[in-house]
């Protein structure tokens, strides 16, 4: 069963973060952010829209350009990921999971 604090707030991409606290207060479009960082335009709209995840290549990528840390990237799209992962229709299998009790 979900946390009550997982079930009132639906998990965040990596992307809309890029968006709403990087590019739009900027003013970078993100034509300039793909060629200013020499990712690929799809890769970048992918990102925004929420379908692509990020990778390290990308958060390495976007740590030089916005002068953060490649792990600030990555821990967005690990957030992400357990998230999702928590909310999906596995969490019920991972429940029933025992610990173990070794020596």
Same mark, same amino acid.
């Given at each position: 069963?979900?946390?009550?604090?997982?079930?009132?707030?639906?998990?965040?991409?990596?992307?809309?973060?890029?968006?709403?606290?990087?590019?739009?207060?900027?003013?970078?479009?993100?034509?300039? @952010?793909?060629?200013?960082?020499?990712?690929?335009?799809? =890769?970048?709209?992918?990102?925004?829209?929420?379908?692509?995840?990020?990778?390290?290549?990308?958060? @390495?990528?976007?740590?030089?350009?916005?002068?953060?840390?490649?792990?600030?990237?990555?821990? @967005?799209?690990? =957030?992400?990921? @357990?998230?999702?992962?928590?909310?999906?229709?596995?969490?019920?299998?991972?429940?029933?999971?025992?610990?173990?009790?070794?020596?």
């Amino acid at each position: 069963m979900p946390s009550s604090h997982a079930a009132r707030h639906r998990a965040v991409h990596p992307g809309e973060i890029l968006r709403q606290e990087f590019l739009v207060p900027l003013g970078i479009s993100m034509y300039r @952010l793909a060629k200013d960082t020499g990712m690929p335009a799809d =890769r970048v709209g992918r990102l925004v829209k929420g379908t692509r995840a990020f990778s390290a290549d990308t958060a @390495l990528r976007l740590a030089a350009y916005f002068q953060t840390s490649a792990e600030f990237w990555m821990n @967005l799209q690990a =957030r992400y990921d @357990l998230a999702v992962a928590r909310d999906s229709k596995g969490t019920k299998a991972i429940l029933r999971i025992r610990p173990y009790k070794g020596a």
